[in-house]
């Protein structure tokens, strides 16, 4: 498979040679697609590679999903010539940690948000901001698209604060 | 001079969708803005995860009410590469048709907003009934205005004919007459060159850094665009130009729009001169198996994203979407910053906001009798109840609008 695709075949053999640990977790799956999974401790080093050396200087976005007991995030970065580069990242649930990569791509400011808000991912180095894309009011340590939440999780939470609320105004008059 | 914050949003009559803005003004100027989105968070992801893949072509189609077609599109090609289906070739064209039509019909919603974002009403009501022309052209071919449900997982619904095809050029020769006033009206315009130039600038090197996508980075220089670079449906057949501009302002993002209907226009005809015959619609297992897939898919409005993990059972394990607003919003605080409070709503307007625009009332024409009447809201819902329950469906009582 790997001679099919000249071009892609080339990319990942200079990651490999750069990254040794990199061996046997490069994946072609079809023309222009590469799939890698990075170890955590070299991750920022291959990202930073990718962009400074190889020209991935663009990045499409950053998906995260709940895979049982850890977090994945994937990095979707692409070069000039419509390769895309996943480099899949895995922190454990319990501390779910990872390096923020705005230093490197002004642009994943929104995405590494989207990451806290939503799977309850810790992006050490983000700046302060606002929570994207939840609202406000939404109750602390929800994370909806980890598997295990329900929508009714919500509508309890919000129905118990506004329980709390009316308590506390009815105790004062 | 004192410094004043002022809240804009997130529902405001200058936005089209809602978005907060905090400017802090120093006398007319912008001194810092602030932007705070999620207003129009509705979950879509999550409840993905909870129907089948055939329903979720309609759900994701829903995401956007002006590119339906981008994102049902780069959705269902991520689950046809995870399943390994080939679509045939005529379906495939007749996805980039849809697909052109859509960036038409676009792109002229644009030139309306941004006309009426400048005081320049005329354009507006010109774009809009130009407009027309290719939405009547997307409801000719696909029963529907907006959300086209042309796709489905292996092909396309609905054939061309012969007949259609006729019409379709017909509609482009107009609109291209059209568009072609439109250039003119850019180039040589004074009013609205002056109106537009050094507005809301971004350079080429902050429409990288900011990572910004279509024709916002395009007009900036950045010579990006997925269907020549990552080509997908029928793209790789195609001759088309990649249009560019150095202006980086609001007015460059203009000549981009315009001159991109001219190249829509261009590989309309060629997708209808090089049609193939053949089956619309390629054999899909019943399944789809396990597996992953990133898409991606040149919108109107730049890169869309979509990212599809399948766990082999009917449902999708996770499916994740980059619409190109979010990957655009991040440089709009730099755009404003250092302008005029009134320069904001173009500036804004001009990374091309996506918002929904879908109720109006249907005029009926009766082919046999040439009567015509007017359905309102109510008689089309009424309608619709019947429609089913004749053939077997009763919704009556099961919502009231």
Known sequence: ??????????????????????????QITRERRIFADVPSDIFQDVIGFLKNEMGFDHICTITGLDVGEELQFIYHISDKHGIVMNLKLNVPKADPVAGTITPLFNG????????ESMLGAKIKGLPDGRRYPLFDGWPEGQYPLRKDWKPEMLTEALAQKEQAKKQAEGGRS | MSRISIPIGPQHPALKEPAAFTLLLEGEKVAAANVALGYNHRGIEKACEERSYIQDIYLIERVCGICSHSHATCFIQAVEEIAGVQIPVRASYLRTLIAELERVHSHLLWLGVAGHEIGFDTLFMYSWRDREIVMD?????TGNRVNYSINTIGGVRRDITALQIDDVLKAVDALEER???YIELATQEQTLIGRLINVGRLSLEDALRFDTTGPTARAAGVDRDVRRDDPYASYADLEFSVITDDHADVYGRTLVRVKELMESYKMIRQILKKLPDGPIVAKVPRRIPAGEALSRYEAPR?????YVRANGTEKPERVKVRAPTLANLTAISHMIEGGYLADVPIVIAAIDPCF????????????GTGSESV???????????DW?????????????V
């Open chain 1, 1 to 26: 498979m790997e001679g099919d695709f000249p071009v892609e075949s080339d990319i990942t053999g200079r990651l490999a040679i750069k990254f040794p640990l990199l061996e046997g977790k490069l």
């Open chain 1, 108 to 115: 994943a400011v929104f995405y590494e948000r989207e990451l």
């Open chain 2, 137 to 141: 052209i997307l409801a000719q071919l």
């Open chain 2, 179 to 181: 568009t072609k006033y």
């Open chain 2, 302 to 306: 730049g890169e869309d994203v979509h």
């Open chain 2, 356 to 367: 929904s625009c879908t109720d109006r009332a249907i005029l009926l024409k009766n082919s």
């Open chain 2, 375 to 385: 359905l309102d809201w109510q008689m089309l819902h009424d309608y619709s109840i």
């Open chain 2, 388 to 400: 089913y329950r004749n053939r077997g469906l009763d919704f009556a009582g099961k919502g009231k």
